[in-house]
Each structure stands twice: as structure tokens, then as C-alpha cells.
């Protein structure tokens, strides 16, 4: 059973600069990352040090600004042993997809990132952002320590609205106001490896990331939009 979602245009046509930054996490410790800037991005070598013991839980993330502003980002997770040297070939091949502008929107930019992967990872042609597992609200790069809630999920495909979104955010303080880092709105992909993209929806006010519930509904209305339910 797959989903089938699209991109929505005004996501597509809203990244249309390189990435600002690239970054490289192990066990889903973003607060950790080694993060470089375009210019900067580490010899073939120097990751293979940064890589080293390290091969089994890897994941990359490229950081952009949408033409309106807001920070978005697209990441994929790969797993396999320590050791593995696949590993290296997969963290370079997506750190160099960073560099150049060969690309005109965000399914470009995919398709390039999907070419250019390891034949052993088997992500083929138009297979990136296409079957939605879920949909989660937390702060960026502190996924896995501070509180996440799930907004929507393949098993229940109604979009909620705002007053529900509202309410499900009502226990969580922390995410209404933090001072760590702007909240987002993450689009989870489990096939054909973890991924995912995410967008801003919080504004940053006197030193505080204050969540916009409504631009979280917003984004989810206009992602969802082209949604189609699972079929056997």
C-alpha cells in the first residue's frame, strides 16, 4: 500500500537559491551536526575522518530560504553498519549535489540529489518525496530530545483544520516559544529510505521563536492538497 503525493507549485517554484548550509548528523543528534557552509564543504578525505565508526546511522541535510523568506530544508537518513564504506560514497555524492546551479525548482533539485546516489541505495528516477508517511510539528534539530506531534498521517487522511491543529498543540508549551531554534513542520518519507522536508512556521520575536499555528495549517493545506489515499 502506497500513497501518491505531489509537491505542491508553491513549494516547488519557492526554492530557487542553493543551499545556504549542509549538514551531517549521526543517530538523529542534529544539536551535534558538523555543518558547512557551500564554499566550504570537506575533501573527500576529511569525511572519511568525520564518517569513521560512525557509518550506521547517517543523515544529510541541505538547508535553503524560500523566496519568502522562511528556512526550509531537505534531509535523508541512510542505515547500515559501522564500518560500511557505502556510507562515504553516499554522504559525498549529496554534499557535492549542494554545489553548482544546474537546477531550476525543488523537484529538479531532487532529481539531481536521485541520480546521483549509489547504485546499492536503489533510490531510482522520481522516487524521493512520494509516498507520505506522516506530518509532525517540532523544533528543528531537536527532533529526538525535545516534545514532536503529529498533525497527520496516512492512516487518517482528512487534513485537520486549524482549530484542531490548535488544540493538539495546546499541551506543549515548549513548542509555542522557545529560544533553541525556529519550529517547523516536517513531511516524513519512509521509502525508498527516510527522508524528509520541512518549512519555518514560527517568527522570531525579540529573541524568542514564537509557533504561527496558522502557518502551519496554511503549508499543510497546500501540501496535502494533491494528496491521494493508499491503494492495495
Known amino acids: 500500500m502506497t500513497s501518491n503525493f505531489s509537491l505542491p507549485s508553491e513549494l516547488c517554484e519557492a526554492v530557487t537559491r542553493s543551499p545556504f548550509r549542509v549538514q551531517i548528523?549521526?543517530?538523529?543528534?542534529?544539536?551535534?551536526a558538523f555543518r558547512f557552509g557551500p564554499d566550504e564543504l570537506p575533501s573527500r578525505d576529511d569525511l572519511h575522518k568525520v564518517?569513521?565508526?560512525?557509518?550506521?546511522d547517517?543523515?544529510?541535510?541541505?538547508?535553503?530560504?524560500?523566496?519568502s523568506g522562511e528556512n526550509f530544508f531537505f534531509g535523508q537518513r541512510r542505515l547500515g553498519?559501522?564500518?560500511?564504506?557505502?556510507?562515504?560514497?553516499?554522504?559525498?555524492?549529496?554534499?557535492?549535489?549542494?554545489?553548482?546551479?544546474?537546477?531550476?525548482?525543488?523537484?529538479?533539485?531532487?532529481?539531481?540529489?536521485e541520480r546521483a546516489m549509489p547504485d546499492i541505495d536503489r533510490?531510482?528516477?522520481?522516487?524521493?518525496?512520494?509516498d507520505l508517511e506522516n506530518v509532525e510539528?517540532?523544533?528543528?534539530?531537536?527532533?529526538?530530545?525535545?516534545?514532536?506531534?503529529e498533525v497527520w498521517n496516512k492512516e487518517s487522511p482528512v487534513i485537520p483544520d486549524l482549530k484542531q491543529i490548535t488544540i493538539n498543540l495546546d499541551d506543549f508549551p515548549s513548542l509555542h516559544r522557545n529560544d533553541i531554534k525556529f519550529a517547523c513542520l516536517e513531511f516524513n518519507f519512509l521509502s525508498p529510505l527516510h527522508h524528509w522536508f520541512a518549512v519555518e512556521i514560527s517568527d522570531q520575536v525579540e529573541g524568542f521563536h514564537i509557533l504561527r499555528p496558522s502557518k502551519a495549517w496554511s503549508w499543510l493545506v497546500k501540501c496535502l492538497s494533491n494528496y491521494k489515499e493508499p491503494v492495495d
Request: aromatic share 12%; glycine share 8%; charged share 35%.
Open 58 to 67: 547517517v543523515a544529510v541535510e541541505f538547508c535553503f530560504q524560500l523566496r
Open 25 to 32: 548528523a549521526f543517530d538523529g543528534n542534529w544539536m551535534d
Open 51 to 56: 564518517l569513521a565508526g560512525r557509518e550506521a
Open 81 to 113: 553498519k559501522k564500518g560500511d564504506r557505502d556510507t562515504l560514497e553516499f554522504v559525498d555524492r549529496a554534499f557535492k549535489c549542494s554545489l553548482g546551479r544546474d537546477w531550476i525548482d525543488l523537484p529538479d533539485f531532487l532529481s539531481r540529489l
Open 123 to 130: 533510490i531510482a528516477k522520481d522516487t524521493l518525496c512520494k
Open 137 to 149: 510539528i517540532g523544533i528543528t534539530d531537536w527532533w529526538r530530545r525535545g516534545d514532536v506531534v
